[in-house]
């Protein structure tokens, strides 16, 4: 086998096909020139590929070595003007590029600067309201008893006022309390705090039962909404941003967790539908039309080759298998398409396998490679799979 | 002859002869020189005489070796898929490698009888 007997035996296939034609010509009362437009046309579209040395070519043969020579000459001579021009071309191109660059370069480094700046603004009130919680825990006591107090007044006024003395006479501080006490607090003196809150417990007691209740009721009514009439109440900035930074977290990180896992549990009701769908037995109307696409696809295309070419084998294989067989056949299928040139045709005489050894015996082939052809009378091939 | 048509195999269609003169059919069809059927019994007479010149006119030997990646056998047509495959040409000691080759083989008993 070799590539040059290749030639003399498409020729003789031209010439038996057309002389086999004739008949058939004069049956439909077509001219027989047209057989000879055949021909050409056949052996002008071997000769494009380039297969082999065909009986045909040898006229424009002896030419083509004239001219082939030329061509590289021309090649030659063009190149180096060619080389010249891309030697300019790049010349040029490193200024014009080097001018793009720079602006971009630039404009990402200012990008880079927006971006840089604004993060440290935005991380600038966190630092400060983690420096306030700080704060905070520095001074707790302070803290929670202005939070208290501010909290019970705006929610019941003056009638916290009392509640509020008594918080702080318990705690006996002055310094830490809050302008709004303070204007309470000269009415008592801190000695007299304590008496004025046993004195007045038993009112205290009513009023804080109420308070509770009323706390309460408006939590129930509110929910979350509790919250923003604390924030917008208090003038101080450290509970304000305190609350703010709970509430923000809070809120916001539950909200999308809810989307997330209502995503996730989308995503999983899906994938256990496609794992039952696996079988074939529920197919998807998607998947059903795609697949039945393919197999028009696949009988279009095979419409000559016929059931020799094992097109229809194909199509059961596809209509049987399950959908990882048919991805993986499709795939394989496609790759052939790809390469196109690379496929032998032949008859088998025998086919054996021992373990994962094969050995065939072919016979009357065609195989095309690398861009050549070369037919074969017998063949032997041996390959492990 | 005419009844020994059917028992000539379409295989060869799909190689680069069969091709190209499907390519110039297809031509001539599109220009309507001539009609579609005349083309199908020119592409008969295609499988007929390739047929008769492969097994006839060739008596090349050829062997290969290489790694099979899928084998299908369906309806007696073996589909084999090789990778990384060495032709050895007998008579000229030409050595043809390809990383990737398809055989598509039918077997040779009907037109061996």
Redesign the interface.
Known sequence: MSNSAVGNVYQQIIADVIEASRVDLEENGVDESILDELKQGWQRKLTAQQLAIFPWDPKPDPPAPTQAPPAPAANNGTNPSNQGYMQQQQQQQPSANNMPYSPAANNSVAGDGHIKAEPGVKIEPGTEQTGANHQAQVAPNELVQQRLAANLRNQFGERASDTIKNLQAGELRHGGAPQHPGQQRPMGQPGTQAQQANAQGHVQYRQQVAASTAQHVQAAQKGQGQYPPQMDGTTEEQPYSGVLMQKGADGETTELGRVEIDRMLHAAIEAKAKSMEGGGLMLPLKRANKKHGSIQQISSAGSGPSRFDGGDDEEDDEAINSDLDDSDDNGDEEDDDEDGGQIMLCMYDKVQRVKNKWKCVLKDGVLSVNGKDYVFHKATGEYEW | MATDKQSF?????????G???????D??IMET???P??AM???A??D????????N????????????D??????E??????KN?T?K????G?V?S???????????KP?GT
């Open positions: 195999y379409e295989l060869y269609r799909q190689s680069s002869v091709a190209a003169l499907t390519d110039a059919l031509d001539l020189r001539i009609d059927q005349l019994k020119i592409l007479n295609f007929r005489a390739i047929a008769e010149v492969l097994q006119q060739v008596r090349a030997r050829l062997s290969f070796k290489g790694s099979l899928t084998y299908r056998f369906c309806d047509v073996w589909t084999f898929q090789l495959v032709f040409m007998d008579s000229g030409q043809v390809a990383d990737k080759v398809k055989i598509v083989s039918c077997t040779a037109t």
